[in-house]
């Protein structure tokens, strides 16, 4: 953002606004051509500053990520490190419950060559890791537990339960049993 003209910076700033109303409302398969309407601008200007839908997408959820990531880093002074990765894991479906569209960000197969340390899934894999790490450590989860494993636990759950009326009913009880697999034997 730094370096453009400040039309092209408001413009950037109007677009994401209306991006995220229309993904809170659509989700992931937003409409662009209806974000571009909204905003009042052409779908072309929408693609030069959003190339990809995942572009898009990233921006929407950037704040929110790295807020999630933040908390994953206090939690990492806790002492039970087992509570502290099954809470943050909690917290990364609530909001992928709550926030429609980040399950398919995160989605974005998470261990191939495009995510970038900066994208939603690198930085939330990061986050994660650090977590597991030392709930690995500790001895408080299975040692064969990847971040991978468990983002894709949670964009699951999220992706099957989202369009239910009351998704967190349904991710509530599939998170659970979950999490009962965790444990250090297995229990």
């Known amino acids: 953002m730094t370096g453009q003209r400040s039309d092209a910076r408001r413009n950037y700033?109007?677009?994401l606004a209306v991006a995220e109303a229309e993904v809170a409302a659509q989700g992931a398969q937003a409409s662009l051509e209806q974000i571009a309407r909204t905003a009042?601008?052409?779908s072309a200007t929408v693609r030069r500053?959003?190339?990809t839908r995942k572009a898009l997408l990233e921006a929407v959820f950037k704040q929110r990520v790295h807020a999630l990531c933040d908390r994953a880093h206090t939690l990492c002074g806790e002492h039970d490190s087992r509570?502290?990765?099954v809470r943050w894991l909690r917290e990364l479906l609530d909001y992928s419950l709550a926030a429609r569209g980040l399950a398919d960000v995160l989605s974005y197969q998470p261990l191939q060559?495009?995510?970038?340390?900066?994208s939603c899934a690198g930085v939330i894999g990061a986050a994660g890791a650090s977590l597991l790490r030392k709930a690995i450590d500790d001895q408080a989860v299975r040692a064969d537990i990847t971040?991978?494993?468990?983002l894709t636990l949670i964009v699951g759950i999220a992706?099957?339960?989202e369009n239910y009326t009351a998704p967190a009913i349904p991710a509530d009880r599939a998170f659970r049993l979950a999490v009962a697999g965790l444990g250090a034997t297995g229990t």
């Open 113 to 118: 060559d495009e995510v970038t340390q900066d």
């Open 13 to 15: 700033a109007h677009i």
């Open 40 to 42: 009042g601008v052409g």
């Open 49 to 51: 500053h959003f190339p």
């Open 159 to 161: 992706l099957a339960t």
């Open 147 to 150: 971040v991978d494993d468990l």
């Open 83 to 85: 509570s502290a990765l």
